[in-house]
């Protein structure tokens, strides 16, 4: 499965096993002991799921993904934390701790929310080749024929300017392709000409 899908799926399942979690939470500090079992035993298996989802689909993109930043470190930390503290605290019927494992999922989201609009940031003073390292490289490779995730091979791409500005703004729907709309317009010249020097 590509890449991009792998991502898709694994930001679905996070939001729903958050949401999840956000309810069993509201039972708890409410005070609903039989509305809690019932809605744990209802939901038993589709947590199961889950949890199963969540935590292959998060290896699956930290093994195969580009190198973890320090965000994706403390975000991945704030999961592995949460779940013995999920356990125990609904188990037990602990507020203290059921509430501070659904914080550290909550911290876990926001930070990579945080991350993905790292991401999308450009230095205005990163020469052509740098920004081509940090955003294209690693799907197209350094030398832009790698065709990792489905990419296209930049070296034969037949796109005339106007075409390849396009792409790098606005991205190519149903790919992995994201659009960098943070460049300016002279990086954005300077990255269709580095592109195109790749032909040569």
Do not use: W
Not at 35 to 64: D, H, P, Q, R, W
Not at 126 to 144: D, L, T, Y
């Amino acid at each position: 499965m590509e890449y991009h899908k792998i991502v898709l799926i694994h930001r679905i399942v996070v939001s729903l096993f958050l949401l999840h979690y956000v309810v069993k939470g509201y039972f708890l500090i409410s005070d609903k002991p039989d509305t809690l079992a019932g809605y744990v035993a209802k939901t038993k298996i589709a947590e199961m799921i889950l949890s199963v989802l969540f935590l292959g689909t998060g290896i699956y993109l930290a093994v195969t993904g580009p190198t973890l930043s320090t965000i994706q470190i403390i975000k991945i930390s704030c999961v592995v934390a949460s779940i013995p503290l999920a356990i125990i605290g609904f188990k037990r019927g602990n507020k203290a701790l059921a509430m501070l494992s659904i914080l550290l999922l909550l911290s876990a989201y926001g930070l990579a929310e945080m991350n993905k609009a790292a991401n999308k940031k450009v230095d205005p003073n990163a020469s052509a080749q740098q920004v081509f390292n940090e955003k294209c490289a690693r799907c197209h490779g350094a030398g832009g024929d790698e065709l990792k995730e489905g990419a296209k091979n930049l070296k034969l791409t037949q796109m005339n300017d106007e075409q390849l500005k396009v792409i790098i703004k606005d991205g190519k729907p149903g790919t992995q392709m994201s659009g960098f709309n943070t460049l300016t317009d002279e990086q954005l010249n300077g990255l269709v000409s580095y592109i195109k020097s790749l032909k040569q």
